[in-house]
């Protein structure tokens, strides 16, 4: 099947973290692309990851979006996000579930973390995030 | 590095802008119409409206500001400038550094001999949580706002890496808005012009003018603590760290530069453009630093044959101020590492070696999106021109940089000005 901007999104709400490459010993990238920067190949395939990886870097979030105000978050409940660079190489953005969002400094770069599937309303229907907890 | 060249020479005759700030029912129409009149009177010969071959307006987001798109058409019968062609350039909050550079182009081109080049943006009329979601749409909406990122969070996600990589605290966060904010109290056009001891002074006044308890701040490091005067809006940075929600305006007038001279006795030349782009912030291999700015910079310094260290002031996209701090190490000014410690140094600072955002910048003049990257250019046409008042940095002035960048730095636009 062809990537498109919905194959990351569709693969997370089945609870899969996918990035493409157009062979083996090709560089992976996350979200997953149609086309190979190098143009080495004209089809790039699908690849499962590990969902492990480290804390590149963070910030909590008391002034919320209105899509994770929706979700419950905000000044009195901040929302850790953040960036974690994956085994297999590539970086991600991130909901950072698991930290003390009263406590930012507690957080730490470098972390190690591991991914999670979190179900996040939005209105009346749920929508499934990547998010990543870290490894204690 | 490739080496580019301007098909013809392009310089700056006038320049001017609105007052920044936040004006309820004055539509981008009207700040523009105020950029205009004021940027007239700065053209020391005076043209004939006439002259102008076409326009190029950067505006970010007018749809979702006011509920208006098709600006740039609508600015031209607004200014008297009907049946000229105009196009609307839309980079992000680099909207405005864009417009200028398709200016260039356009006179560069052999096209047009006179451009308007025009940055606007009316953003107060949305609440607060609204103008937060429009502004993120300039990060990645599928891939990254879903984890939760507002734009302050970008930003606040690359300072965390920044002061955790190099061993530094909030003290270099808050050099910079105190030096913007005492640079833009000496601008009478800024949003927030105010040196941070006098809002310091005003709170305590206001506190005990309404009988509350009056805040006993030591100094200003203690005000920048205070969770109430100084809100976190995205861990690490503060309500002090953000530039604020602004309406305004800014116009340029180019001319080929061989016709300069009909205009002013002091025209500025365009010497240097550099434009990259950049994907979503997660991607980049360093987020301490702004690549799209960095390959911008090398290109207009190239073009200009100039180095960073012969640039008399530069005018950077502190839309906070941790970009500030990496701006003023993508430019070249200061190593990796090394940009937090010259504002407090007072490197930056107006009167210091290396004068960074003398108009108050960002920070404190204001940030109209679509606007900031022409207003950039005012600065440096008033500095050049040693008209800045009492900002002025003085009569050696000879080159300025602009540094404007879109999102997290997914466009970046540098431009590099002289005066002869």
Same mark, same amino acid.
């Given at each position: 099947?062809?990537?498109t901007?919905?194959?990351?999104?569709e693969?997370i709400t089945a609870h899969?973290?996918?990035?493409?490459r157009?062979?083996i010993?090709?560089?992976?990238?996350v979200?997953?692309r149609?086309?190979d920067?190098l143009h080495?190949a004209?089809?790039?395939?699908l690849v499962e990851?590990?969902g492990?990886?480290?804390?590149?870097?963070?910030?909590?979030?008391?002034v919320?979006s209105?899509e994770?105000?929706?979700?419950g978050y905000?000044?009195?409940?901040?929302h850790?996000v953040?960036?974690?660079?994956?085994?297999?190489?590539?970086?991600?953005?991130?909901?950072i579930v698991?930290?003390d969002?009263?406590?930012?400094?507690s957080i730490?770069?470098g972390?190690?973390m591991t991914?999670?599937y979190l179900?996040?309303?939005?209105g009346?229907?749920t929508i499934?995030?990547v998010a990543?907890?870290?490894?204690? | 590095m490739?080496?580019?060249?301007l098909?013809?020479?392009?310089?700056?005759v006038g320049?001017?802008m609105?007052?920044?700030?936040?004006f309820a029912?004055?539509s981008?129409?009207?700040l523009?119409?105020?950029a205009?009149?004021?940027m007239?009177?700065?053209?020391?010969r005076?043209?004939?409206p006439n002259?102008?071959d076409g326009?190029?307006?950067?505006?970010?987001?007018?749809?979702?500001?006011?509920g208006?798109g098709?600006?740039a058409?609508?600015?031209?019968?607004?200014?008297?400038l009907?049946?000229?062609?105009?196009?609307?350039?839309e980079n992000?909050?680099?909207s405005?550094?864009?417009?200028l550079?398709?200016g260039?182009?356009?006179?560069?081109s052999?096209?047009?001999?006179?451009?308007?080049?025009?940055?606007i943006?009316?953003?107060?009329?949305l609440?607060?949580?609204?103008?937060?979601?429009a502004?993120?749409?300039?990060?990645?909406?599928?891939?990254?706002?879903?984890s939760?990122?507002t734009?302050?969070a970008?930003?606040?996600?690359?300072?965390?890496?920044?002061?955790d990589?190099?061993g530094?605290?909030?003290?270099?966060l808050?050099a910079v808005?105190?030096?913007?904010?005492e640079?833009?109290?000496l601008?009478?056009k800024?949003?927030?012009g105010?040196?941070?001891?006098?809002?310091m002074?005003?709170?305590k006044?206001?506190?005990?003018?309404?009988g509350?308890?009056?805040p006993?701040w030591?100094d200003?490091?203690?005000?920048?603590?205070?969770d109430?005067?100084?809100?976190m809006? &995205?861990? $690490?940075?503060r309500?002090?760290?953000?530039?604020?929600v602004?309406?305004?305006?800014?116009?340029?007038?180019?001319?080929?530069?061989?016709?300069?001279?009909?205009?002013t006795?002091t025209?500025?030349r365009?010497i240097?453009?550099?434009?990259?782009?950049d994907g979503?912030?997660?991607?980049? $291999?360093?987020?301490?630093t702004?690549?799209?700015?960095?390959i911008a910079?090398?290109e207009?310094y190239?073009?200009?044959h100039?180095?960073?260290?012969?640039?008399?002031? &530069?005018?950077?996209h502190?839309?906070?101020t941790i970009a500030e701090?990496?701006?003023?190490?993508d430019?070249?000014?200061?190593?990796?590492?090394?940009?937090?410690?010259a504002a407090?140094?007072?490197?930056?600072s107006?009167?210091?070696a290396?004068?960074?955002n003398t108009?108050?910048g960002l920070?404190?003049?204001g940030? $109209?999106?679509?606007a900031s990257?022409?207003?950039q250019a005012?600065e440096?046409w008033?500095q050049l021109?040693?008209e800045?008042g009492p900002?002025g940095?003085?009569?050696?002035a000879?080159l300025?940089?602009?540094?404007n960048v879109?999102g997290?730095g997914?466009?970046?636009?540098?431009h590099i000005?002289?005066?002869?």
């Amino acid at each position: 099947m062809a990537i498109t901007t919905a194959t990351y999104a569709e693969n997370i709400t089945a609870h899969k973290l996918v990035g493409s490459r157009t062979g083996i010993d090709r560089p992976i990238h996350v979200p997953p692309r149609p086309i190979d920067p190098l143009h080495v190949a004209d089809t790039m395939e699908l690849v499962e990851l590990s969902g492990k990886g480290t804390l590149v870097s963070f910030s909590v979030v008391p002034v919320a979006s209105s899509e994770m105000i929706a979700a419950g978050y905000g000044r009195e409940n901040p929302h850790c996000v953040g960036i974690v660079k994956l085994a297999e190489g590539p970086s991600i953005s991130a909901q950072i579930v698991g930290v003390d969002t009263k406590d930012p400094a507690s957080i730490r770069i470098g972390m190690p973390m591991t991914v999670e599937y979190l179900d996040r309303s939005a209105g009346e229907t749920t929508i499934t995030v990547v998010a990543f907890r870290p490894v204690l | 590095m490739k080496e580019r060249k301007l098909g013809r020479g392009v310089a700056m005759v006038g320049a001017g802008m609105s007052t920044f700030g936040a004006f309820a029912g004055i539509s981008t129409r009207d700040l523009l119409a105020d950029a205009y009149r004021d940027m007239i009177a700065t053209v020391d010969r005076g043209f004939d409206p006439n002259e102008i071959d076409g326009l190029y307006i950067g505006n970010f987001s007018s749809e979702l500001f006011e509920g208006q798109g098709h600006t740039a058409p609508i600015m031209t019968e607004w200014l008297g400038l009907a049946h000229r062609p105009a196009t609307r350039v839309e980079n992000a909050c680099a909207s405005g550094g864009t417009a200028l550079r398709q200016g260039v182009m356009a006179i560069a081109s052999g096209l047009y001999d006179v451009v308007l080049v025009g940055g606007i943006e009316k953003m107060s009329d949305l609440p607060i949580e609204r103008a937060t979601d429009a502004l993120a749409t300039a990060g990645d909406k599928l891939f990254e706002i879903p984890s939760g990122f507002t734009f302050p969070a970008f930003y606040a996600t690359m300072a965390s890496a920044y002061l955790d990589r190099y061993g530094l605290g909030a003290e270099v966060l808050r050099a910079v808005a105190v030096k913007n904010h005492e640079n833009g109290a000496l601008n009478p056009k800024a949003h927030f012009g105010q040196r941070i001891a006098d809002v310091m002074a005003s709170k305590k006044a206001a506190a005990a003018k309404k009988g509350k308890p009056v805040p006993q701040w030591k100094d200003i490091e203690e005000f920048f603590a205070d969770d109430r005067a100084n809100p976190m809006i &995205a861990w $690490p940075l503060r309500l002090f760290d953000c530039s604020p929600v602004s309406d305004g305006a800014a116009c340029v007038l180019l001319v080929r530069e061989d016709l300069a001279l009909q205009f002013t006795d002091t025209p500025i030349r365009i010497i240097g453009t550099g434009q990259a782009s950049d994907g979503a912030l997660h991607g980049r $291999p360093d987020i301490t630093t702004v690549t799209s700015a960095r390959i911008a910079a090398g290109e207009a310094y190239a073009m200009a044959h100039v180095t960073p260290e012969e640039i008399s002031l &530069a005018e950077v996209h502190d839309c906070f101020t941790i970009a500030e701090i990496v701006a003023t190490e993508d430019i070249g000014f200061f190593e990796a590492g090394k940009g937090g410690v010259a504002a407090i140094d007072g490197v930056t600072s107006r009167l210091g070696a290396r004068p960074v955002n003398t108009s108050g910048g960002l920070k404190s003049k204001g940030h $109209p999106v679509g606007a900031s990257g022409v207003a950039q250019a005012v600065e440096i046409w008033k500095q050049l021109r040693q008209e800045a008042g009492p900002r002025g940095i003085g009569a050696n002035a000879r080159l300025g940089l602009t540094h404007n960048v879109g999102g997290t730095g997914q466009t970046s636009v540098v431009h590099i000005f002289e005066r002869r």
